[in-house]
C-alpha cells in the first residue's frame, strides 16, 4: 500500500547531538515536504523539494538541513540540537498538479 | 502569510451542522482542508481551487469565495468521526506550498 514513513515515531536526545530524522514515500510523489508543529499550533513550513536535487527553505527559519538525492527519500538533519528544537516534525508528499499533502505519522522530538 | 481560522471551537451534538471558516488577506489559487485528531497526522479532506473546482474524498462539503479569499467547510449531520482539529491550507500562485492556519477545534458529543 503506497504510504508515507517517518522515524522514528519519538526521540529523546541531549543537547548538542546530531540527529538525522527519516522520511519514506512509496508513492513516487515529486513533491515533499516538511512542517514543524508545537502542540496545539499550526504548521510551519521549513523545507520543501520539489525532486531529486531540488531543496528550498520555507518559511520558518529553521537550522536544519535537507536532501533529496532520491525521489522517494527526504531525510532532516540538525546538526546540533537545541530545546528550541523540542516540537513535532511532519514530512508530507504531493503529486505534481493540484492535489492534496499525504502526511507522514510524525516524529516527535525532545531535546534535553 | 498564515490564514486565520474561526471559530477556534466548537462543540456540537451528533446529527447538527457546523460551519467553520478560513480567510486570508492574500489572493489565493487554493485552499487545503485537512482534519487532525490527537497524536495522529493531518489527513487530507478537500481542495478547492480558484475557478470553482472542487476535489476530495470525504462527505464533507465547502465552499471558496474567491473575491473575499475565504474558504467555509460545512459539516453536516456531523457524527462522532468528526472530531478533530481543522487545519486550512492556503496556496498562492499554484506552487503547491501551503500556509496553515492555527485549526478550528471541533467536538461532536453524543
Known amino acids: 500500500e503506497a504510504d508515507i514513513y517517518q522515524t522514528p515515531r519519538y526521540l529523546v536526545i541531549g543537547t548538542g547531538k546530531k540527529i538525522t530524522l527519516e522520511c519514506s514515500q512509496t508513492m513516487g510523489h515529486d513533491k515533499m515536504y516538511w512542517y514543524q508543529q508545537d502542540p496545539g499550533m499550526e504548521l510551519h513550513l521549513i523545507h520543501y523539494s520539489y525532486g531529486v536535487n531540488s531543496t528550498e527553505k520555507g518559511d520558518l527559519s529553521s537550522e536544519s538541513t535537507v536532501s533529496r538525492i532520491r525521489t522517494e527519500h527526504f531525510p532532516l538533519t540538525l546538526e546540533s540540537a537545541r530545546p528550541s528544537h523540542t516540537s513535532q516534525y511532519l514530512c508530507?508528499?504531493?503529486?505534481?498538479?493540484?492535489?492534496?499533502?499525504?502526511f507522514g505519522s510524525g516524529t516527535r522530538l525532545t531535546v534535553v | 502569510q498564515q490564514p486565520v481560522q474561526s471559530p477556534q471551537a466548537v462543540i456540537l451534538r451528533e446529527g447538527e451542522d457546523a460551519v467553520i471558516n478560513c480567510s486570508s488577506s492574500?489572493?489565493?489559487?487554493?485552499v487545503h482542508w485537512y482534519r487532525q485528531k490527537h497524536g495522529e497526522a493531518p489527513v487530507f479532506l478537500m481542495i478547492?481551487?480558484?475557478?470553482?473546482e472542487q476535489k476530495g474524498h470525504e462527505k464533507i462539503s465547502a465552499s471558496f469565495n474567491e473575491k473575499k479569499q475565504q474558504s467555509s467547510l460545512y459539516l453536516t449531520a456531523s457524527q462522532l468521526s468528526y472530531s478533530g482539529t481543522y487545519f486550512c491550507?492556503?496556496?498562492?500562485?499554484?506552487?503547491?506550498?501551503?500556509?496553515f492556519g492555527k485549526g478550528n477545534q471541533v467536538v461532536v458529543i453524543p
Open positions: 508530507a508528499s504531493s503529486a505534481a498538479g493540484d492535489y492534496g499533502y499525504t
Open positions: 492574500k489572493a489565493l489559487y487554493s
Open positions: 491550507g492556503t496556496e498562492m500562485g499554484g506552487n503547491n506550498r501551503l500556509a
Open positions: 478547492l481551487l480558484k475557478g470553482g
